[in-house]
Structure formats: C-alpha cells, structure tokens
C-alpha cells in the first residue's frame, strides 16, 4: 500500500518570503501525484498534478511542484507567497497501475501560515 | 468543478442515535468516497463506491456503512453514533475513465456527536 509523509504540520512564512512544502511517498511502479488544497472552512480543490512527462508542473496562482523519482518526493514550491495562501495543503498519491479503486492516499496535510 | 453537494453540512446528534450523510452528484462520475478529516490525521478514506449497489471498505470503515442504489447518490450511515465520529466528513468523485483518478470534493459536513 501506498503512503504520504508531509514533513511539516505547520509552516508559517512571511508575505513576498518563498516557501516549500515538503512531500515524499512510497516507492511504486508508477505513481500519479497531486497537491490540494483547503481554504478555511472549505472543500479540497485541486491545485496541480503529475502524471507522466515534465517532471516539474505548475498551478495557475504561481505554485510548482517538482517529481524527483530517485528521492520519491514531490514538493511544492512557491517563490513569493501572499496573504490568500493561507490554507492547509494535501499531497496524495495514486497507484498508476490503474487497477482496482482508483484511490487515493493522502498525507496529513500541511497548515501554511502567511504573515503580514 | 464537479457539482457536489453534501446534505446536511452541519449536523449536531447524541450517542447513539443513527445518523446518515447524503452526497449527491451531478458529473455522471462512477466512483464515489466518503472520507473523514480529523486534526493531525488528514484524510481517511471510509467506503467508496464503484459503480450502482458497489462498494468496499476503507481504511476506517469500522462503525459506517454505505449504500447506492443511484449513480448520482452515496449514502453514509452511522449506524448508533459514537463521540469519536466527531469529524468532518468529505465526499468525492473520480470518473474513472482516466487511470490517475482525479478527485473532486464536496464542501464537507461537519458532525458533532455529544
């Protein structure tokens, strides 16, 4: 079975400041990875994925996540945070086998804080 | 997005009491899941779905069951509530007709079990 390890519950960050959001999960075959996010007192939205090609993928508001097969991670990145970032993000990660559930596993999330 | 939605979104019961969770869908989506969301511990899948009058357990399935006998609606059932069903309790859908299984999520209700 797959797993998610987030490597920070709480990341508070300074506004304009970059930040990492840090993600590994277990080695598979073939993996599909995503971030979500969660606005306060919302759902989950997704905000990017990696299937299959170009290791590093961007989301429309500025945040991009590398695939890096050798260390199975996929962090995600942002080079100038804003104030509307704050939000708790969710890595979570698919088998590419294709069989079965099609499910998903999730890590424990990760709260980003963004400081005036 | 994906048109989910979740009835009720907020509930407040006592132990004991039965208690069931309506996700409704309007995307034609075959898998459906119920998730639950508690601090510290992310998303744990319950049930899912994987096509009308098709489920399977999750990873904390103890205490819930499910049924669908419609493609658009996942019913969540607890059966005599506990204080530790306290959480928040997402619904999602994938289409399955990609392998990677996209997710789209619910806004979520929100269960308090006194």
């Known amino acids: 079975a797959q797993s998610v390890t987030q490597l920070d519950s709480q990341v508070p960050v300074f506004e304009e400041a970059p930040v990492e959001l840090r993600c590994n999960y277990s080695?598979?075959?073939?993996?599909?990875l995503f971030w979500y996010v969660q606005y306060p007192n919302q759902g989950l939205q997704l905000l990017l994925k990696?299937?299959?090609?170009?290791?590093l993928v961007e989301s429309i508001n500025g945040f991009e996540a590398e695939f890096n097969k050798s260390q199975t991670s996929f962090h995600l990145r942002k080079p100038s945070v804003h104030i509307s970032d704050t939000a708790e993000y969710f890595c979570?990660?698919?088998?590419?086998?294709?069989?079965?559930?099609?499910?998903?596993?999730f890590g424990k999330g990760t709260k980003l804080s963004v400081i005036p | 997005d994906a048109g989910i939605t979740q009835s009720p979104r907020h509930k407040v019961t006592e132990t004991g009491t039965p208690v069931t969770l309506r996700c409704h869908q309007t995307?034609?989506?075959?898998?459906m899941y119920w998730y639950r969301q508690d601090p510290g511990h992310g998303l744990r899948l319950i049930h899912y779905?994987?096509?009308?009058?098709?489920?399977d357990k999750g990873e904390v399935s103890d205490g819930y069951s499910v049924s669908r006998s419609k493609t658009e609606d996942f019913l969540l059932t607890l059966e005599s509530a506990t204080s530790s069903q306290t959480s928040v309790y997402f619904c999602?859908?994938?289409?399955?007709?990609?392998?990677?299984?996209?997710?789209?999520f619910g806004p979520g209700t929100r269960l308090t079990v006194l």
């Open positions: 999602a859908t994938a289409s399955g007709g990609n392998s990677y299984n996209e997710q789209f």
């Open positions: 979570a990660v698919s088998d590419g086998s294709g069989a079965g559930s099609y499910q998903l596993t």
């Open positions: 995307e034609n989506h075959r898998y």
């Open positions: 779905s994987y096509g009308v009058k098709d489920t």
């Open positions: 080695s598979s075959v073939s993996v599909y």
């Open positions: 990696y299937l299959s090609g170009s290791t």
